[in-house]
């Protein structure tokens, strides 16, 4: 069993709270993802799993197993670096042999070990190099191989790509998800600030909070399945954090709520439908609606409901799409995300529909509104 569990796990740095409150579990060959922007404690909270850091309060447990005052060495954890970590002096095959020598593993285990990873990795004509005589892609191969060779319960990465160029990223994000489908009973840990990373590999995504709050920073703020996080997220800190460009928000007031949903009234007067339950307010309530740049499409001429109407002030094409930048007093600026050939002329204000399944009400608080038990999660404009 390679389960993690963390029970109210906090971290502090003197009278400095990082981590708190974290309830998690990842399961028996999961891949989870810690993600969340700058400062928000991911790193912090995967080396207290590696045993790096250790644990202020609450229960860390591996297999179930407490793991708060057990040394690195005896966690059956590896973990992979941003920096790679190598060696410079030794070869690649040393450099993946050592810790295993460390622990005094015969020879022939260690050979035999260590030509698995590098058959793994593609790694063999690479053996007798040294670092310097490799390219990024490879030394991160050779920091994955050293990982690989101790044969963990979890692996963990630390921003493993941070330092490759973008098309190195993507060729090394698939030799990390065939890592994962080539060890299934192995627990993986991955930290990034990249949200393509975390969408393309993830079982689950922890997000982290971040920000000036202190009684929110260094918190959970939604774990689940990507998917779950983009189409149904808790509060507006997720909702704004996951998707390029991020989603928009647009003040609104409540008109209605009952057992099909609520109707609110853009400051510009368009009435939308929303399949949440807002019974618990008053007409007239504050929200915010949320609507994604991509589930935002120009509506057909003499479209009437669900539209929400705007001005067109700038247009960035790329080919396969373009970005429509939005503004209309007083509501947000706001963007869409349009195929090329969607709109033959951007003069004068422009309806875009949005289905109701594909919008979302914040209260005043930034939380999600609940979403009614038989609105679909999957059927978007």
Request: glycine share 6%; aromatic share 6%; charged share 20%.
């Amino acid at each position: 069993m390679t389960s993690i569990t963390l029970n109210n796990v906090e971290k502090s740095f003197g009278k400095v709270t990082v981590l708190h409150d974290i309830d998690l579990m990842i399961e028996d060959g999961e891949f989870c993802v810690f993600l969340g922007p700058s400062g928000c404690g991911k790193s912090t909270l995967l080396r207290m799993i590696a045993g790096i850091e250790t644990v202020t309060s609450g229960d860390l447990r591996i297999g179930g197993e407490r793991m708060n005052d057990v040394l690195p060495s005896e966690r059956r954890v590896a973990m992979v670096f941003q920096n790679y970590a190598l060696y410079p002096h030794m070869s690649v095959y040393e450099n993946m042999a050592f810790g295993l020598k460390q622990a005094k593993t015969p020879k022939d285990e260690i050979a035999k070990r260590v030509q698995i990873a590098a058959k793994t990795l593609q790694i063999e004509p690479l053996l007798e190099r040294r670092p310097k005589e490799l390219s990024g892609g490879q030394r991160q191969r050779v920091a994955i191989g050293r990982a690989i060779v101790r044969q963990p319960a979890v692996f963990l990465f630390d921003e493993p790509l941070s330092n490759l160029d973008a098309a190195l990223r993507v060729h090394m994000r698939t030799e990390i998800a065939n890592l994962h489908r080539d060890f299934p009973h192995a627990s993986m840990i991955y930290v990034t600030h990249d949200q393509t990373e975390a969408m393309a590999l993830a079982d689950k995504i922890v997000l982290l909070r971040s920000g000036e709050d202190v009684l929110t920073k260094g918190s959970i703020a939604q774990s689940g399945s990507p998917l779950e996080l983009y189409h149904r997220p808790k509060n507006r800190f997720v909702a704004g954090f996951l998707g390029s460009p991020s989603m928009n928000f647009l003040p609104v007031t409540l008109v209605n709520a009952n057992t099909e949903g609520a109707t609110v009234r853009l400051a510009s007067g368009e009435i939308i439908d929303v399949p949440v339950d807002a019974r618990t307010l008053s007409a007239g309530a504050p929200l915010t609606l949320g609507v994604r740049p991509e589930h935002m499409v120009p509506a057909p001429p003499g479209t009437d409901t669900q539209v929400i109407r705007k001005v067109v002030h700038s247009i960035e094409n790329f080919g396969e799409h373009s970005y429509l930048y939005l503004s209309d007093t007083p509501d947000e600026p706001c963007i869409a995300k349009v195929a090329d050939d969607v709109l033959e002329t951007a003069e004068g204000p422009v309806a875009f529909r949005v289905r109701p399944s594909a919008c979302h009400l914040f209260d005043a608080n930034g939380d999600a509104l609940p979403y009614l038990a038989d609105a679909t999660s999957r059927t978007f404009a």
